[in-house]
């Protein structure tokens, strides 16, 4: 499927590293989010790009940085990271309603990270 | 409380059996319910929405009871390749934000 694509599959990167993890979606949504999953733990989201809007997850720490230049791609700009930023990022989008009831999310196939 | 709950299991039954999936979400306003399936090491994959009056695809049946807050998945007839991680997925209230469950491990064994 290429409803979704992610670049790069697999990354490994030292703590002093500067990245980028790309996302772009073929689907005519309006809504993209990045995702961490970490073993053993639930999809955890980290921020939301919806009707030019960016919504935050409080908790994630400042070296993760987004950008949503236009509706189909979205970015994640990695700095200093360290060993338990290790895990798959993933990408999703959907169509979004201003209220109400939402639409499912697709995802891509992730980026596995490794911080050594 | 977990927004979303669901017994991580794993689940292990024979081709062929009946198992069924619970989930429990804590968010009364929430408005939109979704079984996704996930394989290992793959990203998760929509299995089906979760409707108000019960719905059905093929052989999984999914029901959702607002008054209790609890959504079930119920697989028929098991396949080898029904083997996978299935996600109980709900909207954080009115928001665009989908809360996710930690999943239900299922292996069918021939």
């Known amino acids: 499927e290429t409803g979704v694509t992610q670049t790069p599959r697999h990354l490994v990167m030292g703590m002093t590293n500067k990245k980028s993890l790309k996302c772009e979606q073929h689907l005519g949504h309006n809504a993209m989010y990045w995702y961490k999953q970490s073993a053993k733990k639930p999809l955890e989201l980290m921020f939301v790009y919806s009707l030019e809007e960016r919504v935050e997850n409080n908790s994630v720490p400042s070296r993760f940085s987004p950008e949503c230049p236009n509706s189909s791609h979205l970015f994640l700009h990695l700095h200093t990271l360290q060993p338990e930023d290790s895990a798959l990022y993933l990408c999703?989008?959907?169509?979004?309603?201003?209220?109400?009831?939402?639409?499912?999310?697709?995802f891509g196939p992730g980026t596995r990270l490794t911080v050594t | 409380r977990k927004e979303v709950e669901q017994d991580p299991g794993p689940f292990n039954v024979p081709e062929g059996a009946t198992v069924a999936f619970n989930c429990t979400y804590s968010?009364?306003?929430?408005?939109?319910f979704f079984w996704y399936r996930q394989d290992c090491r793959k990203e998760p994959k929509l299995l089906m929405s979760v409707y108000s009056s019960g719905n059905e695809d093929g052989r999984f049946t999914a029901q959702l009871n607002r008054a209790s807050q609890y959504i079930s998945l119920l697989i028929r007839d098991s396949k080898l390749s029904d083997s996978a991680t299935y996600l109980c997925v709900v909207n954080e209230g009115n928001t665009g934000k989908l809360i996710f469950g930690q999943g239900t491990t299922l292996q069918v064994k021939p």
């Open positions: 999703a989008s959907s169509q979004r309603r201003t209220q109400g009831a939402i639409y499912e999310q697709y």
């Open positions: 968010n009364s306003a929430s408005q939109s």
